[in-house]
């Protein structure tokens, strides 16, 4: 995977925040590539809120868990409130990461779109949409680990303008940081000075 991750082609990285920009600093600097970031947001599931029923992105398009709001009965009318707070989020997030500097553009780029590790997909999933209705030229979507069930969405997402590079994909997966020695929380303060 190294050779094939060093060879790939690309104009420029973008992070997921928070983690996800800590890794795609790392891969930028390998590749010698510009950085930035794009915004998605989870929608928690109520009362469990790292459950992921979707996720929203910067122009407030969502891509739902279809079986999984089925399963707990949840409507998506009666997320609205959830969607626009985490909506409310995104924006908050782009005007303190980006700063007066704007974001780079994707038209007809190829973009390497990063996180730290890939449970759902839900955050990369609306993270490809958002690309895609933005005429990105090609997606490759890079993590360090990912659940089995995540990459088989993802690349089906991707179709013929991507590819996936994942360095582990285990059998058994619970969550991002079960693969990490050290997991802490990334702050605001901490992907402000790595864009910079």
Same mark, same amino acid.
């Given at each position: 995977?190294?050779?094939?991750?060093?060879?790939?082609? @690309?104009?420029?990285?973008?992070? /997921?925040?928070?983690?996800?920009?800590?890794? *795609?600093?790392?891969?930028?600097?390998?590749?010698?590539? #510009?950085?930035?970031?794009?915004?998605?947001?989870?929608?928690?599931? #109520?009362?469990?809120?790292?459950?992921?029923?979707? @996720?929203?992105?910067?122009?407030?398009?969502?891509?739902?868990? =279809?079986?999984?709001?089925? =399963?707990?009965?949840? +409507?998506?009318?009666?997320?609205?409130?959830?969607? @626009?707070?985490?909506?409310?989020? /995104?924006? !908050?997030?782009? /005007?303190?990461?980006?700063?007066?500097?704007?974001?780079?553009?994707?038209?007809?780029?190829?973009?390497?779109?990063?996180?730290?590790?890939?449970?759902?997909?839900?955050?990369?999933?609306?993270?490809?949409?958002?690309?895609?209705?933005?005429?990105?030229? !090609?997606?490759?979507?890079?993590? #360090?680990?990912?659940?089995? =069930?995540?990459?088989?969405? /993802?690349? +089906?997402?991707?179709?013929?303008?991507?590819?996936?590079?994942?360095?582990?994909?285990?059998?058994?997966? *619970?969550?991002?940081?079960?693969?990490?020695?050290?997991? %802490?929380?990334?702050?605001? =303060? %901490?992907?402000?000075?790595?864009?910079?």
């Amino acid at each position: 995977m190294a050779a094939r991750f060093e060879n790939t082609k @690309a104009d420029l990285v973008l992070g /997921i925040p928070r983690g996800g920009v800590v890794v *795609a600093a790392v891969v930028a600097e390998k590749l010698k590539l #510009p950085l930035d970031i794009i915004v998605t947001r989870k929608i928690g599931a #109520p009362g469990q809120e790292e459950l992921a029923l979707g @996720a929203v992105d910067s122009d407030g398009e969502v891509v739902w868990e =279809e079986r999984l709001l089925e =399963e707990l009965g949840v +409507r998506i009318e009666d997320l609205k409130d959830k969607v @626009a707070g985490e909506l409310a989020e /995104i924006k !908050r997030r782009e /005007i303190l990461y980006q700063g007066n500097r704007g974001s780079l553009g994707i038209s007809g780029k190829i973009v390497m779109l990063v996180d730290d590790g890939i449970a759902t997909g839900a955050t990369v999933l609306a993270a490809i949409n958002f690309l895609k209705r933005h005429q990105a030229k !090609r997606i490759v979507v890079v993590a #360090p680990v990912a659940s089995k =069930e995540a990459v088989v969405r /993802i690349v +089906r997402q991707l179709g013929e303008v991507g590819e996936v590079i994942v360095l582990e994909i285990p059998e058994s997966f *619970a969550a991002v940081g079960q693969f990490y020695h050290q997991f %802490e929380a990334v702050s605001d =303060e %901490e992907v402000v000075q790595i864009l910079s």
